[in-house]
């Protein structure tokens, strides 16, 4: 097909480069400098979607960001399929292939466009009102449904190959759009030495000026000149960072800036190498919005069919990209800046038929139009429109006195149709900024007032439109950011530009006949809410424009109501006899335009996602073939399999080695912090709730942490390595918060305290010994250290030499065997561990895992705080009260215990649980119940929090809480599963070696 | 995302910084004292404020630091950053400092 509607001449888009595009698969021609849409207009192709909810043909209704309609898929491959672009903003290059979405089976013929028949039956509140019953037919036939027939576009199915990159930047002065007030703005600003970047959303600096016939001509006398000087200053000048294709989308607190930089999307062949998009971060000392404004739509029957098009759009896609939208053009507006478009297209060879909702519109303009051959229709509204796949006809109807629509009405044919209810300025991003907005009557606009940030608004986004003092705005703004960003201005500094009145009528809806609502008057188009939907959500009692909103859904498309909002406002006002600045507006969301998943993540993606944790072991294990769990961020061997053993027989013959001979555990990832000091006896006092006065150097003690709410939040064992310096461990998931307690209670509370905390968790390397053989392995690598029972007994700790490594013994046990923990510089740990390993293989020495560390501990009853515990669980609950130093007068969370509720004997408490049948392994976080035959839902009064099958003991065990637990010895509970209750005995939570003779071996 | 001052280490951004909550709020020096109802208004009563809030940051990722910040929660806008154990700056000193 020919560009038919291509101008001869003009325009911005490079007639000597063809440029070849497919549109559902149809082969097409534009020019290098067209987007999709501009070329899709010069081919005559004007349906381009179906819409939401009716499936209705639309077309291109602007020219910009603000889009509703025009919304397709950009397809590269596979995995490059990119859903719910604007094509007003799809830069085309060669080969581009676009699809349109929302149809099925064709654009052309849609079988769910019977939607549009059925409207009368899917009112606004649709989906709340009929889908409500039953609740499974929703999950599994409505919405899937509703899912297949709606939804905006196609997710790609692979993994996205493109790379996206982050970037942070500070500036003096942010300017946000280079229309004319931006350029202005970045100019003066930069003329005083600041520091200034200036974004916009489209390929070429120039903004509502590159709409122009003779772009910078309207800015005055050497207007042109200004206008190519500006530009070749602001590029030219290295302190001034210019980003095209840049979308200002969020503005978050403290003028930080959120820019999505779109790299290569316009490219045919895009670099891979390249990231496809940079999302940057930008601090700014002053931020000059000059974002412009968006042309409302009118609201009357008809109003969305193909070749509807706002006003402003027709001339941008006639002047810059010299498209002619239509032939047979009618102009319907309530505002004087339309007529410009209607003397371009009169100009370029289109017939044009003025219609002006307004009484006398005596304007320069109107009397220029009349003055060039045109038919004005002054008082006159629109009562629909003809034309199935696009624009074919629109009907007129003459207002009376009143504005009632009671006279003569009129057909006029046309192919196209412009519209225009003025310009609502672009507040987005001052609203986020949490500025306040307040409501011009001459204007009928909202117009940015007060925000708390470092922030100006300049030119039409504040209610500025003439060109000269758009351009005299933007220097203003410029210059006062400079100056209160801190630097000198040395010129003299203009005031802001009085806000001028538009001349636009209120917006809302056209009058229609009867004084009756139109039936098809489209407000959001993207969402396909009408004026009707607006005024039944009204009269169904929704009084907040938030609730409306969300009732009838206007405003909550991909758009975000960038052209409905004001309509959509102005006709719940006049319902609900209120002024629009009364009901107030909805909330500007960001991102400004939808910002892609990418860009977001960044280079957090895949192995970069989360940082990973190896301890020094961590590879010795790999090659072992050990298989590894997360715990937190760190990586730790869960169990490490023979001969492609199951989990289920590496555990048995792990257990089995350390019962009976040594094992060999990596204990590395311990939280550890060294606390020293003067006062880190009295430090640990205050805080843990042991007694640590008494305790000798060279011992350990097992310590319990609260919080001062009175629950446990940690425990470890502590060593006393000298009079002022303790060694403390905690859980591995721990550490940071632990450590972050610390710091809290010395540096708010006890400032006065000396005391030293260092995090050591990466400096030590732990290696747990455990099992009879133990001491006979150790023998052979130490020296200077008396293993003996008598010299170092359970919980003693001593330094020494292992392999000549200096390290910290501490015979610990967290298995309940003779056990010893060597921590060495993590330098060392592999090394050591090696050394260890090597000398016990006569022992039978067996790596173990977290797997058979957690059956080991069972078995003794030792708890895992955040497994056994919960954040809701004292120590009496947890039977562990014999740790808490009984003299003391105080510690953390003390106070909290001598609460009644906190020793009620009712409370939940840890025992075990010893199924009847002992091969039944009960699942962890079941719940426990008192009756044989309780059937949901009844009261539990506790769960399972450990559980396991113990190859020692040959039969399976649990840990759990259960509500007064230890009067019930010997009594018989019930677990609920599927298959049945399962009868459970209680018992002591210490299966194995109750006396413990063996740890003290 | 938040600019904060850190009265030890100047502005840096809310990334490397940790809310500890509203501040001036004292540990009883005798909690053994305490009632019950004093001991959970310590734990758990805190002010829901709209406008100038007092309330606690530590500069986990730089100096380690806690320190107590003066915060518009209407606005997001710092007012003062100071050091533990100094008072909050007085309205006159504000006014003060911002004139
Ligand atoms: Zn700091």
């Not at chain 1, 672009?85 to 085309?92: D, K, N, P």
């Not at chain 1, 939607?115 to 509140?125: R, V």
Request: a neutral charge.
């Amino acid at each position: 097909m020919s560009q038919g509607l291509r101008t001869a001449s003009g325009g911005r888009i490079n007639r000597a480069r063809p440029v070849r595009f497919t549109f559902d698969g149809r082969e097409l021609r534009g020019f290098e400098g067209d987007t999709l849409a501009s070329a899709l207009l010069a081919n005559g192709v004007h349906l381009v979607g179906r819409s939401f909810k009716y499936h209705r043909p639309r077309g291109v209704l602007t020219a910009g960001s603000e889009e509703p309609n025009a919304v397709v898929a950009v397809r590269r491959d596979a995995a490059r399929v990119t859903p719910n672009l604007r094509a007003t903003e799809v830069e085309l290059y060669e080969g581009l292939e676009a699809h349109s979405q929302n149809r099925w089976p064709s654009l052309e013929l849609d079988a769910g466009a019977i939607n549009g028949l059925l409207s009368p039956f899917i009112p606004a509140g649709f989906y709340y009102k009929t889908f409500m019953w039953p609740r499974r037919a929703w999950q599994r036939l409505y919405e899937p449904r509703i899912r297949a027939a709606a939804g905006l576009g196609l997710a790609p199915e692979h993994p996205d190959p493109d790379s996206y990159s982050n970037r942070f930047a500070h500036c003096d002065v942010l300017v946000v759009g280079a229309g004319p007030a931006g350029l202005a703005a970045a100019q003066s600003a930069a003329a005083s030495g600041a520091r200034v970047m200036l974004c916009d959303e489209q390929p070429e600096l120039g903004g509502s000026l590159l709409g122009e016939a003779d772009p910078g001509a309207s800015l005055g006398e050497s207007g042109r000149e200004w206008l190519a000087g500006t530009i070749r200053g602001l590029l030219a000048n290295p302190r001034v960072t210019v980003l095209t294709r840049t979308t200002a989308f969020g503005y978050f607190p403290h003028n930080l800036i959120g820019l999505e930089q779109r790299l290569s999307d316009h490219l045919a062949q895009p670099d891979l190498k390249q990231p496809r998009e940079r999302q940057w971060q930008v601090r700014a000392r002053q931020v000059v919005l000059a974002t412009g404004a968006i042309e409302r739509p009118l609201v009357f029957p008809g109003n969305d069919r193909p070749g509807v098009m706002l006003a402003g759009a027709v001339r941008t896609y006639l002047n810059r990209y010299g498209v002619l939208a239509g032939e047979r053009a009618v102009l319907i507006t309530t505002h004087d800046e339309a007529y410009r478009s209607a003397l371009d297209l009169r100009r370029a060879g289109a017939t044009v038929t003025i219609v002006d909702a307004r009484d006398g519109a005596s304007s320069e303009l109107a009397e220029a139009a009349r003055r060039e051959g045109l038919t004005v229709h002054t008082a006159t509204t629109v009562i629909g429109t003809r034309g199935r796949l696009r624009v074919k006809s629109v009907q007129i109807q003459k207002l009376d006195a009143h504005g009632q629509a009671r006279g003569a009405t009129e057909r006029i044919d046309c192919d196209l149709v412009l519209m225009s209810g003025g310009y609502t300025p672009s507040v987005h991003l001052f609203s986020q900024s949490r500025g306040k907005l307040a409501w011009s009557e001459g204007l009928q606009a909202f117009l940015p007032a007060e925000s708390p940030e470092r922030v100006r608004c300049a030119g039409a986004c504040r209610g500025v439109f003439s060109a000269a003092a758009v351009r005299s705005d933007g220097e203003s703004a410029g210059a006062q950011a400079a100056r209160d960003s801190g630097l000198t201005v040395n010129t003299v500094i203009g005031e802001p530009q009085p806000v001028q009145s538009s001349g636009a009528a209120a917006p809302g809806d056209l009058p229609q006949p009867g004084g009756e609502p139109a039936a098809k008057a489209f407000v959001d188009w993207q969402n396909d809410v009408t004026s009707r939907d607006l005024l039944l959500a009204a009269r169904e009692g929704f009084r907040s424009i938030e609730h409306v909103k969300r009732y009838t859904t206007t405003g909550m498309a991909t758009d975000q109501g960038k052209t409905s909002n004001l309509n959509a406002l102005a006709i719940v006002a006049r319902q609900l006899g209120k002024s629009i600045p009364e009901v107030g507006l909805t909330t500007f969301r960001m991102p400004y335009t939808p910002v892609t998943f990418g860009s977001f993540a960044g280079y957090s993606r895949g192995e970069l996602f989360d940082p990973i944790r190896t301890t020094p072991i961590h590879d010795w294990a790999a090659r072992q073939g050990a298989v590894f769990e997360d715990v937190g961020l760190w990586k730790r061997a869960r169990y490490f399999p023979r001969n492609g053993e199951s989990l289920h027989a590496a555990v048995a013959r792990e257990c089995q080695a350390v019962r009976s001979g040594c094992g060999l555990f990596d204990a590395s990832t311990l939280g550890k912090i060294e606390v020293v000091g003067k006062d880190a006896v009295t430090f640990m006092e205050r805080l843990y709730v042991n007694g640590w006065t008494n305790l000798a150097v060279g011992r350990c003690r097992y310590g319990i942490l609260l919080r001062d709410d009175g629950f446990i939040y940690d425990d470890g064992v502590v060593a006393r390595i000298a009079e002022d310096r303790f060694h403390v461990t905690t859980t591995t998931g721990g550490a940071a918060r632990v450590l972050a307690m610390m710091e809290d209670y010395l540096q708010t509370e006890w400032p006065d305290l000396s005391v030293w905390l260092s995090s050591t968790s990466e400096q030590w390397s732990v290696i747990a010994l455990q099992g009879p053989r133990a001491r006979q392995v150790l023998e052979a690598l130490v020296q200077d250290v008396d293993l003996s029972a008598a010299a170092l007994p359970h919980m003693g700790a001593a330094t020494g030499r292992i392999c000549g490594i200096p390290m910290r013994l501490f015979r610990v046990s967290f298995t309940g065997e003779l056990g010893f923990e060597i921590n060495v510089p993590a330098d060392y740990g592999l090394a050591v561990w090696e050394a260890i390993h090597a000398a016990g293989e006569p022992h039978g020495i067996t790596p173990y895992g977290t797997e058979t560390m957690h059956v080991l501990r069972a078995e003794k009853g030792f708890v895992i705080v955040g497994q056994d515990t919960d954040g809701t669980v004292t120590p009496d609950d947890a039977g562990l009260t014999w740790a808490i130093g009984k003299q003391k007068p105080d510690f953390v969370g003390k106070r909290a215990l001598e609460r009644p509720a906190m020793h009620s004997p009712e409370r939940k408490q840890l025992v075990g649980l010893l199924t009847a049948q002992p091969h039944v392994v009960l699942t962890e976080g079941a719940q426990i119940v008192l009756d044989a035959r309780a059937t949901p839902p009844t009261l539990p009064i506790g769960h399972v929090t450990s559980s396991y099958y113990s190859a020692t003991l040959g039969r399976s065990i649990a840990l759990a809480l259960v509500r007064a637990g230890r009067s019930r010895m010997g009594q018989t509970l019930y677990v609920p599963m599927p298959g049945g209750n399962l009868a459970v005995q209680v018992t002591s939570p210490v299966f194995y070696d109750p006396k413990g003779s063996r740890l003290n071996a | 995302m938040l600019l904060i001052n850190c009265p030890y280490c100047g502005e840096r951004p809310e990334l490397e910084f940790v809310h500890g909550g509203q501040a001036h709020i004292a540990r009883p020096a005798n909690p053994a004292e305490c009632s019950d109802q004093q001991w959970a208004d310590f734990l758990y009563r805190r002010d829901n404020i709209k406008g100038l809030h007092a309330e606690r940051w530590r500069h986990t990722h730089g100096c380690g630091r806690f320190f107590n910040a003066l915060r518009d929660t209407t606005s997001d806008l710092f007012l003062a950053t100071y050091k533990v154990g100094e008072q909050p700056p007085t309205q006159a000193q504000l006014k003060g400092a911002t004139a």
